[in-house]
């Protein structure tokens, strides 16, 4: 995929403006950033990223900020996408509707993993910029975005890639970073680790037969992390794999915009 680039009379705009994209955003040294209004993480040197989600606003307005002032305004059109239907069935039918016993199990679990994401906003370190790498390299059996009906049912969308491999292929960090979560067996998601990269950015890796890592390490691109496995709710041996900036969940190809 080609990545494309904008200058502007201070700011470059790296990266496709798109439904479920990301952007790598270099402006100058100091300035404050917002996004509608909203105000963004940058650091010292005026470098951020920005991601639009599966349904996003059309028409998004980032201002760049100096001592008050918009310095630079600039209109970002964002590209719609339309997604597939994917008719899964075959799963286990208590991981399509849990039943009771196992809800409050999947609520405390949700909430350790979104707090754990949290943490993310506090890593000022860009490890981001550092490069990117492919985690896995294998047939792609689930993409982003897609409207998913299990065992009959519809569902909610699929948010990230499904890379279909053998039991206990290797699964690299695709950057640098730091391990934010990891848990052998969750409901859903079985075997798991979340990354944290920068500025909110996380990526995460479900379904895992084995986890090599553990909370609070950093780690560098291309360190074996974990095996693929089945666990959780999978048909089949695959690796999950997913991005989130900030409460928008993203679409994982689009993170080869941080490739050097
Ligand atoms: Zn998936």
Redesign the pocket.
Known sequence: MLISSTTYAKTIIKGEIIAGGIILVNTFPGANVRLDGKEILVSDQGVFILGFQRKPKEIQVLQIIYDNKIVEEITLNVKKRSYIIQKIDGIEKEKVDPPQSFLDRIYLERKSVKESRNKALFIKELYYNNGFIMPAKGPIS?VYGSQRILNGKAKSP?Y???IALPEGSNVLAPMDGVVLFTDKNLYFSGGTIILGHGQGLTTSY?HLSKILVKKDEEIKMGHLIGKVGSTGRATGP?L?WGVELIGKRLDPQYLNVFKK
């Open positions: 689930g699929h990230g890639i499904d479900l695959h999950h």
